[in-house]
């Protein structure tokens, strides 16, 4: 029986030590307090456990979870949503904030909307927290959109499991956020956006996300393992419907933030 105003938020974490804590700060500080925080570790080196047992003992909303080998986030995000209570399933990556009214601002816009999936504008930071620009999301996207590129920062996101039950990502080591809401929208169509920002997206200049040509097989499995294309339909559908509105995104982001 899932609580039915609960909010079940999924953190993966692999050597997070430098960061994990503003994240879970950021968690702490919402104004909506029906939360629990479900941290599933993927075999860390570093501190990253202690920092999080620190916080649990602070607070019984936290749980923490180890997975016994190194699987990526897709497995630790899923982990965490197997162990969810919660009616509402969001996400917040263990180097990635909330501001306070997150919670509380989206969860009233859901009901406002009736929405199953929604999002929200975010900002971005660099490894030291200097805000380097915003990212604003559409007011909504449809599935036939969504096909076509990745709108949706998953730090922003939250979906009602009551109307579906869970939805699990895809087991990719990339891209398996687009692949999850691509499994969501095949149910309900479309997904809505909150103009505001309502969180703040770290962005590592050295991380494989960051270097976009490394993507370029992940994006194409999304097309094969959740769309069902060929691999020959897949890499027509990224390189004329992918690319091109991948561009066109970018290209608005940069004169938004002139």
Same mark, same amino acid.
């Given at each position: *029986?899932?609580?039915?105003?609960?909010?079940?938020?999924?953190? #993966?974490?692999?050597?997070? /030590?430098?960061?994990?804590?503003?994240?879970?700060?950021?968690?702490?500080?919402?104004?909506? !307090?029906?939360? &629990?925080?479900?941290?599933?570790?993927?075999?860390?080196?570093?501190?990253?456990?202690?920092?999080?047992?620190? +916080?649990?003992?602070?607070?019984?909303?936290?749980?923490?979870?180890?997975?016994?080998?190194?699987?990526?986030?897709? !497995?630790?995000?899923?982990?965490?949503?197997?162990?969810?209570?919660?009616?509402? =399933?969001?996400?917040?990556? /263990?180097?990635?904030?909330?501001? #306070?009214?997150?919670?509380?601002?989206?969860?009233?816009?859901?009901?406002?909307? &009736?929405?199953? $999936?929604?999002?929200?504008?975010? *900002?971005? @930071?660099?490894?030291?927290?200097?805000?380097?620009?915003?990212?604003?999301? &559409?007011?909504?996207?449809?599935?036939? /959109?969504?096909?076509?590129?990745?709108?949706?920062?998953?730090?922003? !996101?939250?979906?009602?499991?009551?109307?579906?039950?869970? =939805?699990?990502?895809?087991?990719?080591?990339?891209?398996?956020?687009?692949?999850?809401?691509?499994?969501?929208?095949?149910? @309900?169509?479309?997904?809505?956006?909150?103009?505001?920002?309502?969180?703040?997206?770290?962005?590592?200049?050295?991380?494989? /996300?960051?270097?976009?040509?490394?993507?370029?097989?992940?994006? !194409?499995?999304?097309?094969?393992?959740?769309?069902?294309?060929?691999?020959?339909?897949?890499?027509?559908?990224? =390189?004329?419907? +992918?690319?091109?509105?991948?561009?066109?995104?970018?290209?608005? $982001?940069?004169?938004?933030?002139?």
């Amino acid at each position: *029986m899932k609580d039915f105003d609960l909010v079940s938020i999924i953190t #993966p974490s692999y050597n997070s /030590s430098s960061f994990i804590a503003q994240t879970i700060e950021s968690i702490l500080s919402q104004t909506y !307090v029906n939360w &629990e925080l479900l941290i599933t570790d993927d075999c860390s080196t570093d501190n990253t456990r202690d920092i999080v047992e620190y +916080y649990q003992r602070k607070d019984s909303r936290i749980k923490f979870f180890q997975l016994k080998q190194n699987a990526g986030a897709a !497995v630790a995000r899923n982990h965490s949503i197997r162990m969810a209570r919660g009616r509402y =399933i969001a996400f917040c990556d /263990s180097d990635d904030r909330w501001y #306070p009214e997150k919670l509380e601002k989206q969860l009233a816009f859901m009901k406002e909307k &009736e929405a199953v $999936l929604s999002y929200t504008s975010y *900002m971005t @930071c660099d490894e030291h927290n200097t805000i380097m620009g915003i990212v604003v999301c &559409e007011h909504s996207i449809d599935y036939s /959109s969504l096909k076509r590129d990745d709108g949706i920062g998953c730090l922003t !996101v939250i979906y009602d499991a009551l109307a579906f039950g869970k =939805i699990y990502l895809p087991d990719l080591r990339k891209r398996q956020d687009w692949g999850l809401w691509l499994k969501i929208m095949k149910k @309900c169509k479309v997904a809505y956006g909150m103009k505001e920002p309502l969180a703040i997206y770290r962005v590592h200049r050295n991380s494989i /996300s960051h270097n976009k040509f490394s993507l370029i097989n992940y994006n !194409v499995a999304i097309y094969q393992q959740v769309l069902g294309y060929s691999l020959f339909k897949a890499y027509l559908a990224f =390189i004329f419907s +992918y690319v091109p509105s991948y561009f066109l995104k970018k290209l608005r $982001l940069y004169i938004i933030n002139l």
